[in-house]
Nanobody, 122 residues
Framework: QAQLVESGGGLVQPGGSLRLSCAASGNIFRINVMHWYRRAPGRERELVATISSGGFTNYANSVKGRFTISRDNANTVYLQMNSLKPEDTAVYYC?????????????????WGQGTQVTVSS
């Protein structure tokens, strides 16, 4: 089993910046692709950014040039959000495909974090 815990959300004025973090823990053998999603009130869940195990990245058109996804060697993924707009207001979720090890067996599963609120308002 593994767990994902997000942090870094909060209230920021338009044009400001926030950095979200998502730390994975547990019996982790390997973390494959990692994503950031968001869900705004009354809207469908949106895939915001993706980073592969090799560091390749992809972004939603709505955040290209403003958001940057990255990951370190300590099982943490980040989302640097600059030039924030009111329409970026949402709960942001971390998602990852993780291989865990239990009794020498490797199991690949998909995991979600609990979400962190980002509010962009003056």
């Amino acid at each position: 089993q593994a767990q994902l815990v997000e942090s870094g959300g909060g209230l920021v004025q338009p044009g400001g910046s926030l950095r979200l973090s998502c730390a994975a823990s547990g019996n982790i053998f390997r973390i494959n692709v990692m994503h950031w999603y968001r869900r705004a009130p009354g809207r469908e869940r949106e895939l915001v950014a993706t980073i592969s195990s090799g560091g390749f990245t992809n972004y939603a058109n709505s955040v290209k040039g403003r958001f940057t996804i990255s990951r370190d060697n300590a099982n943490t993924v980040y989302l640097q959000m600059n030039s924030l707009k009111p329409e970026d207001t949402a709960v942001y979720y971390c998602n990852a495909d993780i291989e865990t090890v239990t009794n020498l067996n490797r199991v690949l599963s998909n995991y979600w974090g609990q979400g962190t609120q980002v509010t962009v308002s003056s």
